[in-house]
C-alpha cells in the first residue's frame, strides 16, 4: 500500500472501525521476574500499519487508556501496551528487591516489545505481516511519559548531574508524551529521596514529539505548580510540539480509563480533543507529506472557545 493511500484510509476512519485486540501475549523475560504480557490492538483491516507502543502509568496495566488505545487502533495504529511491574495486577510488593530498579524495567519492557514485533504480530489472527517497522512511535502518561521519554532521547542525571545512559532508541520515529514530569530542581523532599528517575535531562531528546500538559495539574511530586510540566517542551531540542490543556489536571480528563475513579477532572471533551489530536500529530510525524496535523493545529487557533492551546517549535 502506498503512503498515499494509507493516509486516506487513516483520514476516512472512525470510532465504527472493527478493532481486534489480544491479550494477554507473553514475552519471556528471565531476569525480570515475570515475563512480560502485552496487549495488541488494531484495525481489522489494512496494511503498513503505524506501530504505538504505549506506556501505562503507576499501578495499570495493559487494561488502562482504552481512551486513547481504542480509538488509535480504530483510527490505523497498531497499538501495543505491555504490563508494567508496578502493575497493581501484579501485585509486587514495595519490599521487592527489583522495586528500586522498577523505572528501568519499565524502559526495558518497552525495548522488548519493540524487539519481539515478531512474537505480536503472530500472536494476533489476522495481523501477520500488516505492521509497518519503519513507522513506530511511543507514548505514555505520567510515569509512562517518563518512560518513553527517555527512548526519546531524555536521560537520568546521577546524582552528581551527570547524564546516565543514553537509553534513546533509533526505532522510535515520534512520541507522545502525556503529563509528563518536568526537570528535579524543584522536587518535594519525598520525590528527591523515594524517585531517583525523576532528575532528568531532556537536552538530548531530539526526536520529534508532542508534549500533552494541564494547566491545573499541580503535582504533589514538585513546588513548582502546573508549569513544571511544560519542562520537557522547554528543555528539549528538535521539532515538538507543546499542548496546554485549559483547567486539565493529571487525568487530562479522563484518557487512564473510562469513568475510573483517579479523574478528578473528567471532561469528555477534552480526552476527545487529546485524541483527534495525538492521531493527527502521529499520522503526520510517521507520514511527513500528511498533512492532519497542520489542519488540526489551524482548527483548534480558529475555535471560538478552545480547550487548549497549541505552541511548536
Not at 89 to 108: M, N, V
Not at 252 to 264: F, H, M, S, W
Not at 266 to 276: F, G, K, T, Y
Amino acid at each position: 500500500m502506498s503512503d498515499s493511500s494509507i493516509t486516506h484510509a487513516q483520514k476516512t476512519a472512525h470510532a465504527t472501525t472493527t478493532v481486534i485486540s489480544a491479550k494477554p501475549v507473553i514475552l519471556p523475560a528471565p531476569a525480570r521476574g515475570e515475563d512480560l504480557q502485552v496487549r495488541v490492538s488494531a484495525p481489522a483491516t489494512g496494511s503498513d500499519l503505524p506501530v504505538i507502543v504505549l506506556s501505562h502509568g503507576f499501578g495499570w496495566s495493559m487494561n488502562g487508556y482504552a481512551p486513547l488505545a481504542d480509538y488509535w487502533a480504530a483510527h490505523g495504529f497498531a497499538v501495543l501496551q505491555p504490563t508494567h511491574l508496578d502493575s497493581r495486577t501484579l501485585g509486587i510488593p514495595a519490599e521487592d528487591p527489583r522495586t528500586p530498579r522498577i523505572w528501568r524495567f519499565r524502559i526495558e519492557d518497552l525495548t522488548r516489545v519493540l524487539d519481539g514485533l515478531d512474537v505480536l504480530e503472530a500472536a494476533v489472527p489476522g495481523l501477520g505481516g500488516r505492521l509497518d517497522r519503519s513507522r513506530i512511535a511511543v507514548a505514555g502518561h505520567s510515569w509512562g511519559a517518563q518512560t518513553a521519554s527517555t527512548l526519546l532521547g531524555a536521560r537520568v542525571l546521577d546524582s552528581d548531574g551527570v547524564p546516565g545512559e543514553d537509553l534513546s532508541d533509533p526505532r522510535i520515529k515520534a512520541g507522545v508524551l502525556l503529563a509528563l514530569t518536568g526537570l528535579g530542581d524543584d522536587l518535594t523532599p519525598f520525590a528527591a529521596e523515594n524517585l531517583p528517575f525523576m532528575k532528568p535531562s531532556f537536552d538530548t531528546m531530539t526526536t520529534p514529539a508532542l508534549i500533552v500538559a494541564g494547566d491545573g495539574d499541580d503535582s504533589a511530586l514538585s513546588t513548582r505548580g502546573p508549569d513544571w510540566f511544560t519542562d520537557p517542551y522547554t528543555h528539549s531540542p528538535g521539532s515538538k510540539s507543546l499542548l496546554t490543556l485549559f483547567g486539565a489536571e493529571h487525568s487530562l480528563g479522563g484518557i487512564p480509563g473510562y469513568e475510573v475513579a483517579e479523574t478528578t477532572d473528567e471532561s469528555p471533551a477534552r480526552v476527545a480533543l487529546i485524541q483527534q489530536l495525538t492521531s493527527a500529530f502521529l499520522r503526520s510525524a510517521l507520514h511527513p507529506e500528511d498533512t492532519a496535523w497542520q489542519k488540526a493545529a489551524v482548527a483548534l487557533e480558529e475555535d471560538p472557545n478552545p480547550l487548549g492551546k497549541l505552541q511548536s517549535k
